[in-house]
């Protein structure tokens, strides 16, 4: 089986699934494509709102839920890290130039890497690109040059339009054989869908 993986570099819910996708799938020897798309274009299509616009309600909620999950799943996460948002065009576009270039695997390798220095360790992913980028087994200024080609920029923006295309609208979604499972809280119907598979 295939699973179509879109996420966010940002996202602590797409972070905090992220190991848990890859053993989930290489438990059932299904294959991953991570879609690292672009949420500023999927919300406002699909009726989400990005952080900042939500009510004070639902952002105290989003805490308590992560901690929650950070208890539940053992992850090592920072609530509130200081480089959260990052600007994430110019690294997912590195991540698609990978993926492109290099394949699904080198791609997850270095958006997971990414996701783990944000929300694990409170760095600055692009400040520190390179660094991570060489832990993910990457020349991170080679890469980067790569990525600065405008057609990666305009794949993100298809890859995105795509997504919304197929009914995706949240970070993480984990799309199989045209079913969408959305939230790193799903994961458990994603396992159902790949061991029935």
């Known amino acids: ?9 940002n ?14 799938c290489a438990a059932h020897g299904a294959t991953l494509k991570l879609w690292p798309v672009d949420f500023g274009l999927i919300f406002p299509a699909s009726g989400g709102l990005p952080l900042p616009k939500r009510s004070p309600q639902r952002q105290a909620y989003r805490m308590m839920e992560l901690r929650r999950w950070r208890e539940a799943v053992g992850v090592p996460l920072t609530l509130e890290p200081k480089h959260f948002p990052f600007p994430e065009a110019a690294l997912a576009n590195a991540v698609i130039a990978l ?22 360790e409170d760095r600055d992913p692009v400040a520190d690109f390179a660094a991570l980028a060489a832990e993910a087994g990457q020349d991170g200024a080679a890469l980067l ?3 600065a080609d405008p ?5 993100r923006q298809a890859d995105s339009e795509a997504a919304l295309a197929r009914g995706v609208f949240g970070a993480p979604s984990f799309v199989i054989e045209g079913e969408i499972f959305w939230g790193q809280d799903r994961l458990d119907f994603v396992e159902k ?5």
């Open 145 to 147: 040059a790569l990525a």
């Open 99 to 120: 993926r492109e270039t290099q394949g699904d695997a080198p791609a997850i390798r270095l958006a997971h890497r990414i996701m783990k220095a944000l929300w694990a």
């Open 11 to 24: 996202s602590p819910w797409t972070y905090l699934g992220s190991a848990r996708i890859e053993a989930l």
């Open 193 to 197: 869908k790949l061991a029935a598979g």
């Open 151 to 155: 057609k990666w920029a305009a794949m």
């Open 1 to 9: 089986m295939h699973v179509d993986y879109y996420g966010s570099l």
